[in-house]
């Protein structure tokens, strides 16, 4: 799929998303002045315990919200839907993912998988 | 000061993590590529945002023409957890000028980040290896990754223009998300997160404005807040 947004539209997205980007990089070590107080060594203790919590489930979450619907295709019938090659190249990449965390081996494994599958299938 | 160590400390440390962040710089100019990107737009958000998994978000996001507030929100929810970690670093680099620290906040990813305050140690009262050395240390680390990951970019947009649709390479754009949402799945409630994340986004895939995964996201960061209050 390509994008059919004109490339202004793109340009001010980029440029909107790396002003946000930065600002939440910046915020916290532009806000700790050297005359500050706040001496207490705790990593993050700045950020409220309620803010840190919900920050916690931001990438399983989102990361999850990625991925499962670009495997997964909810076809007419169950046979169907698990039968699908990225469905099935997935759940073996995912395999390889959980006992290697290894993002190489992940992609690897996962595109030799699919590659297989849409040859013998 | 002892600006030479700490720097070739940092750019050794970080070596072995290339390993890992090539083959993902590479999918991201490969994806670029497919969705319609030019050259100049790919390497701008490797440059501008300089943030994996928030530009390859953006990418697919852009190449389903999803709503232009629903990209900017959904990269930006993304990159939130950087929060944390710049309140994290900032009381190690309290002392430094303000040019400077916008300077570190523009490098700072999870990496220099995670090998950052490894290296660094609990904040001590007397901190006996001053702020420079700090600095160096992060810049040797943040600096690499960034080179490196723009020229996986370029890498990547120029692979990407020669391979067939055919062979299916936008398939590795959930596998880099795939290797990462595993290890983000360490306990109950942040599994129950990614399930249920998951689950609706695949349910929701129809909404309009390509809605469905910031419903999915937030659908997860509820159900992992719950699991985590529930009963054990």
């Not at chain 1, 001010?12 to 915020?27: E, K, Y």
Request: proline letters at 5%; aromatic letters at 8%.
């Amino acid at each position: 799929m390509t994008t059919s947004y004109p490339t202004t539209t793109v340009w001010a997205v980029v440029l909107a998303i790396g002003v946000l980007t930065f600002a939440i990089r910046f915020s916290f070590l532009a806000l700790f002045g050297s005359g500050s107080a706040g001496g207490r060594s705790g990593a993050g203790e700045t950020v409220s315990p309620r803010i840190r919590a919900v920050l916690r489930y931001v990438p399983p979450a989102v990361l999850a919200a990625l991925v499962f619907p670009a495997i997964v295709t909810i076809e007419p019938t169950v046979i169907e839907t698990l039968s699908n090659d990225r469905l099935l190249a997935g759940a073996i990449a995912a395999a390889v993912a959980w006992r290697t965390e290894s993002v190489i081996a992940t992609i690897t494994v996962g595109m030799g998988a699919l590659w297989a599958l849409q040859f013998l299938l | 000061m002892n600006v030479p160590t700490e720097l070739r400390t940092g750019v050794r440390d970080v070596l072995p993590l290339f390993l890992g962040i090539v083959p993902f710089a590479v999918v991201f100019g490969v994806a670029a590529v497919d969705a319609g990107l030019s050259a100049a737009q790919a390497v701008g958000l490797s440059v501008f945002v300089f943030a994996g998994a928030s530009q390859l978000a953006t990418l697919d996001l852009l190449a389903r023409d999803a709503a232009v507030p629903v990209v900017v929100l959904t990269a930006v929810v993304i990159n939130l957890r950087m929060l944390m970690y710049s309140a994290s670093l900032a009381p190690y680099f309290r002392s430094l000028a303000g040019r400077s620290k916008a300077v570190l906040a523009y490098f700072l990813t999870d990496q220099a980040y995670a090998l950052s305050v490894a290296h660094y140690g609990p904040l001590g009262e007397a901190e006996p290896s001053g702020v420079s050395d700090r600095r160096w240390y992060y810049l040797g680390v943040a600096v690499s990754l960034w080179v490196v990951w723009q020229l996986g970019t370029v890498a990547g947009l120029v692979l990407g223009t020669g391979v067939p649709d055919g062979w299916g390479l936008d398939f590795t754009v959930p596998l880099v998300f795939l290797a990462l949402l595993v290890p983000a799945m360490k306990d109950v409630p942040t599994t129950v997160a990614g399930v249920c994340g998951g689950v609706v986004a695949v349910v929701a895939a129809g909404l309009p404005l390509n809605l469905g995964l910031l419903v999915g996201a937030t659908v997860g960061i509820v159900a992992g807040l719950l699991a985590e209050r529930g009963p054990r």
